[in-house]
């Protein structure tokens, strides 16, 4: 079946420092594939998303390339800051298998000025 | 922005009872999910409703939950009889109008303990 897979955290850095947080995925069909991001206290947001291969998604510094030919979406940003520090969340969809959202585990950041 | 409403927003019930978790997805959205996360857990599906029916749902939407729509707005999970392990953040999240609007836009979640 369809699943996420993403590195374990936390994950801690200083400010300005270089961010990748690892999602490897593995589907049946051509799944889209998202970024959520969950700040202290709230709920899920999305970050970005990438619906086919060799798609970028970005938003807020956030990158993060759909490589198909190693089934993977992992999340960087060049330069974090105090306020990224959040639990990022892995997730794909397969209209193929439905329409839930499957999600990795989640990984803890924690930024430190 | 329109954004989803879940309410409340922490619930503490005794084993046995019923809840009822409540969520006011963005108006023109059609399909509508819940989701759970167990402390320190995965994000988990647990069921999607579209056309007023179930569409989809995970092998943990057993017979103790249940799902309506009972107007036009709301969106309702029930869990008739909790049990201990029910204790998780619910998520209710609601997607677009078409089928090909495929980003879900969640609540920001009730907390349930269950005693």
């Known amino acids: 079946g369809n699943s996420v897979t993403q590195m374990e955290g936390p994950v801690t850095l200083s400010e300005e420092a270089f961010l990748t947080i690892n999602c490897t995925y593995t589907a049946t069909g051509y799944p889209s594939l998202f970024w959520y991001v969950q700040y202290p206290g709230e709920g899920l947001q999305l970050l970005l998303k990438?619906?086919?291969?060799?798609d970028k998604g970005s938003n807020k510094g956030f990158e993060a390339t759909y490589r198909k030919e190693t089934t993977s979406f992992h999340l960087e940003k060049g330069s974090v800051q105090v306020s990224d520090s959040a639990v990022y969340f892995c997730?794909?969809?397969?209209?193929?298998?439905?329409?839930?959202?499957?999600f990795g585990k989640g990984t803890t950041l924690s930024v430190s000025s | 922005e329109p954004e989803v409403t879940q309410t409340p927003s922490h619930q503490v019930t005794q084993m046995g009872q019923e809840v009822i978790l409540r969520c006011v997805p963005i108006s023109n959205h059609l399909y509508f999910y819940w989701y759970r996360q167990i402390l320190g857990q995965k994000v988990e599906f647990l069921v999607s409703f579209y056309n007023n029916e179930i569409s989809e749902k995970s092998e943990i939407f057993d017979d103790q939950f249940s799902v309506e729509r009972p107007d036009g707005s709301n969106f309702t999970l029930k869990i008739r009889s909790t049990k201990l392990e029910d204790s998780a953040m619910y998520f209710c999240a609601s997607r677009g109008s078409t089928q090909y609007q495929e980003t879900q836009y969640f609540g920001p979640g009730t907390r349930l303990l269950v005693l």
């Open positions: 997730a794909l969809s397969d209209q193929e298998a439905g329409t839930a959202l499957i």
């Open positions: 990438a619906t086919k291969a060799d």
